[in-house]
């Protein structure tokens, strides 16, 4: 059994870790760099360690003084929620040799599924359709690009490069012209190699005008490995998704059957343990393809919860404590909806941005559910990823969800840092999401000069009248920020909070 | 009731007239309400209400799901009182001086740093110009009508 858990994560998914654990009767211990100190899940744990460092190395990701900070609290497990440290084998590998449980797979596991060359090996050794290409397992940069060329030609145009090491779109290049091939492979080596340490790529062809579909899998020690649905994650901007929807929209029972099957062969295959998900291409011509998998919780996986009334973090937390998974046969009712908050501006090239939230008005009624890392007050500063929270809705359908969302959207004021909430509502009113025939291209597609708000000439003159009258009435409120303008010593947008100004 | 706003197009002038409950500008017209909001009369009959904020210079304005950003140009930044000169529109101190004689400006640009009743005030430039002289440095005191710095066009 657990007792005592610390989470090894900030913000937003420390936050679901820890109110999860406090639900299950499970002790908590957080940890935290010097400069998240009195932010919002920094008060939910029973336990707060603070980490000696000033940078990301030092602090969130430092196996040694995570674990050491466990064995002095008593924690007996760890929980990595995603990011940070969530997906390296030597981290669980040293949690583990130091008797404290790891909550996720494996650590051979993870190694098989984060290596991606390895990966799809594994995956067509056990019989899950991957992406047409191959991999060059060559070390030797000129052998690499003699083997990547021949590869290309059998692999066929256009194709995509991608670091076997990779995320986050680093090493990725596409390619259009075999003219342009070599240059754009050696371009992605570099940048592999500068990311990672690892310069191996692999060629997959580019399946354009594809669904981003991912299926939730649970496996527990207890012999039962299942999956949960499918979640459709298309819509992405940056290759980061901002929308994401379960059921997909376009998805069949006997499809979700074979996806199904397929993500579930997929975990067997690495004997699999706690909650996954196994990511797939869905081609236009209905044939889906093994993209990866996410050894960890993943950012949208309130959406299943919801459609699924399953709690995976609780799930999480029982099967890593060896109890049996409490999921039943699978049904999936009504729709549901997530949309990332970013601080962000979404009118010049999704650019982060920062400020206070002076005012962070949620919205509320029935089918909402809010997944946030900050609350009113809170300083949005350049340290860390700026997603803020995620908005989720559920209805009985689809349009009914979708109609919510925008409610919910319309209703969400924050005020004082940039955020990508107008961007978001405009998005539920694009015609690939009313729809749902969205693909990963969707967004550059719609918007191929970026997006502009659509002006509002009535409102715009209302809210001019709104400040004229705010500043004669004399409606400042005042904001004390607790950053003590110290954080690395760039310029701290808050010390101008408290000017008032006759 | 006359703010200055800045916009992409240029500084917008902003004149309130004064209603028996509130304030209106082009149509609309408001109300406050008790929890800081502001109830809204569109000039299409319809109501809204809007939140506010202001951070530093800028009031943030949210309204039926649109946020608003308007930076409020200083009252001190352009005069009718001295041609070209720019002057303090409060006594106070200077606490810092951000350009030289002979400096080229844009609309915007901040000149000077006042510290005024615990408060800063900064003083920018409201047309493009080059500054033709600066009579204060920083630590000296200004009365409220001294000129600070004077702009020519």
């Known amino acids: ?502 | 009731m006359q703010h200055q706003f800045s916009s992409p197009d240029g500084p917008i002038e902003v004149s309130l007239t004064r209603t028996d409950s509130g304030y209106a500008l082009a149509g609309h017209s408001l109300e406050q309400t008790g929890d800081g909001r502001l109830k809204v009369h569109l000039s299409n009959g319809r109501v809204a209400y809007a939140h506010l904020a202001k951070v530093g210079d800028v009031w943030w304005v949210h309204l039926r799901g649109q946020t608003y950003r308007w930076e409020r140009i200083e009252p001190g930044s352009s005069s009718s009182q001295h041609e070209g000169g720019l002057v303090a529109p409060m006594p106070g101190k200077v606490l810092e001086v951000l350009v030289k004689t002979g400096e080229e400006v844009q609309s915007g640009t901040p000149l000077m740093v006042l510290e005024a009743m615990k408060m800063e005030h900064r003083i920018v430039a409201a047309k493009d110009g080059v500054v033709t002289a600066v009579h204060f440095e920083a630590g000296d005191q200004v009365t409220q009508g001294a000129v600070l710095l004077e702009l020519d066009e």
Not at chain 1, 10 to 19: D, F, H, K, M, Y
Not at chain 1, 35 to 53: C, H, R, W
Not at chain 1, 163 to 180: I, L, Q, T
Request: proline share 6%; charged share 25%; glycine share 8%.
């Open chain 1, 1 to 502: 059994m657990i007792s005592k858990v610390l989470v090894a994560n900030r913000g937003e998914i420390a936050c679901r870790i820890l109110r999860a654990c406090r639900e299950a009767g499970i002790q908590t211990v957080a940890v935290c760099a010097p400069n998240d100190q009195g932010t919002l899940f920094t008060e939910m744990a029973d336990e707060l360690v603070v980490l000696n460092g000033d940078t990301i190395a030092t602090t969130y990701l430092d196996q040694e003084q995570i674990i050491q900070a466990a064995l002095s609290t008593g924690s007996d497990a760890i929980h990595p929620g995603f990011g940070f440290l969530s997906e390296r084998a030597p981290f669980a590998r040293s949690v583990k040799q130091s008797g404290i449980i790891w909550i996720g797979p494996s650590p051979e596991a993870i190694e098989q599924m984060g290596d991606k060359m390895t990966a799809r090996q594994t995956m067509r050794n056990a019989g899950v359709p991957v992406i047409p290409g191959e991999e060059v397992e060559s070390e030797d940069e000129n052998e690499a690009m003699d083997a990547l060329l021949s590869a290309s030609e059998r692999v066929g145009y256009p194709l995509l490069l991608k670091a076997s090491s990779g995320g986050g779109g680093k090493g990725m290049r596409a390619v259009y012209d075999p003219a342009d091939f070599l240059q754009s492979a050696e371009g992605a080596r570099r940048e592999a190699l500068a990311a990672f340490g690892d310069g191996r790529i692999y060629i997959e062809r580019l399946l354009n005008g594809s669904k981003h579909i991912e299926i939730q899998v649970l496996a527990d020690r207890h012999g039962r490995t299942i999956h949960l649905g499918e979640r459709e994650c298309s819509v992405q901007r940056r290759h980061q998704k901002v929308f994401e929807e379960a059921p997909g929209p376009t998805m069949t029972p006997e499809l979700r059957e074979s996806m199904g099957q397929a993500a579930i062969q997929a975990a067997q295959a690495v004997s699999y343990e706690g909650a996954g998900t196994v990511e797939f291409l869905l081609a236009p011509t209905g044939e889906f393809f093994f993209l990866e998998m996410n050894t960890r919780i993943q950012v949208e996986h309130p959406v299943t919860e919801l459609v699924t009334g399953t709690d995976i973090v609780r799930e999480q937390l029982r099967i890593a404590s060896g109890q049996p998974m409490s999921c039943g046969d699978l049904n999936i009712r009504g729709h549901a909806i997530e949309v990332r908050l970013y601080a962000e501006d979404a009118a010049n090239n999704f650019l982060p941005s920062i400020g206070p939230l002076a005012v962070f008005r949620p919205p509320e009624g029935p089918g909402i559910r809010l997944d946030t890392g900050v609350r009113e007050g809170d300083d949005v500063t350049p340290n860390y990823d700026p997603m803020l929270a995620k908005l989720i809705v559920w209805a009985p359908s689809r349009d009914e969800a979708l109609q919510r969302m925008r409610r919910a959207l319309d209703d969400f004021v924050i005020l004082g840092t940039t955020t990508n909430v107008r961007f978001l509502r405009e998005l539920c009113d694009a015609q690939p999401i009313v729809d749902g025939t969205t693909t990963t291209t969707t967004i550059d597609d719609h918007w191929p000069n970026g997006w502009k708000p659509i002006a509002v000439p009535l409102l715009e003159d209302a809210s001019l009248l709104a400040a004229a009258a705010g500043e004669t009435m004399g409606l400042h409120r005042t904001f004390t920020a607790r950053s003590d303008g110290e954080s690395q010593g760039l310029p701290s947008p808050f010390s101008t909070l408290s000017r008032r100004y006759p």
